[in-house]
């Protein structure tokens, strides 16, 4: 079994976030978007690193974010990085 690095944040929203599900009418508090959110910041970040070679960058945010297989043949990757979301509280 694999270990599994643990961290422990609170976040806060200073600007609007498109974090809703499937009823556009009521905010949820849901693991997709918010990591899509990480992984937007994370491409940001890291694009530096491979020279902004998007080759490169992709491979890497592959190897992390996971991905889906794209050819026959290919494996798909499964995603390092794992969400939980404890609870959600409606702004005042």
Do not use: C
């Amino acid at each position: 079994m694999r270990a599994y690095t643990t961290n422990t944040y609170s976040v806060s929203f200073e600007t609007p976030a498109f974090l809703a599900g499937a009823n556009q009418q009521k905010a949820e508090w849901r693991t997709p978007p918010f990591k899509d959110l990480i992984r937007e910041w994370w491409r940001i970040v890291k694009a530096p690193e491979v020279d902004y070679n998007v080759n490169g960058l992709r491979e890497s945010e592959n190897r992390l974010f996971g991905h889906a297989a794209t050819s026959q043949g290919e494996v798909s990757g499964q995603s390092q990085v794992r969400l939980r979301l404890e609870q959600w509280r409606a702004p005042l």
